[in-house]
């Protein structure tokens, strides 16, 4: 996953499923690690901060450096409340748990998270 700069001004162009995205040519990459917030989808979520996603991992490749007490950047999943589990998930040891989620009813901040399982 890459993380773009984008200037006012600056053309995009549609992608096979129409989703407006920088040129070739116009690709300023960022470091994930300097990135103050990024706002995720997910498919579902705990009040832990757990989600889940399309099953790709990408996000999770993409910010495994948090897993190491990084901080940066914020993490905050964007759902509706129907998205929630209510009986939690159990993260692998490859997730990265979010800091907050955000709903159409509520922010929530994740307080505490459970540290993720050892692998074997």
């Given at each position: ?24 040519g116009l ?47 914020t ?46």
């Amino acid at each position: 996953m890459l993380f773009v700069r984008i200037r006012p001004g600056d053309r995009l162009s549609y992608n096979r499923w129409g989703i407006p995205e920088p040129r070739p040519g116009l690709r300023h990459i960022v470091s994930p690690r300097r990135l103050d917030l990024v706002l995720m989808p997910l498919v579902g979520f705990d009040d832990a901060g757990n989600r889940i996603g399309m099953g790709k991992g990408y996000y999770d490749r993409t910010f495994a450096f948090r897993r190491r007490q990084c901080s940066r950047p914020t993490l905050i999943g964007l759902a509706h409340e129907c998205q929630q589990v209510a009986e939690g998930l159990t993260p692998a040891v490859w997730d990265v748990a979010l800091d907050a989620l955000v709903t159409a009813r509520r922010y929530h901040t994740v307080k505490q998270r459970l540290p993720a399982p050892k692998a074997l």
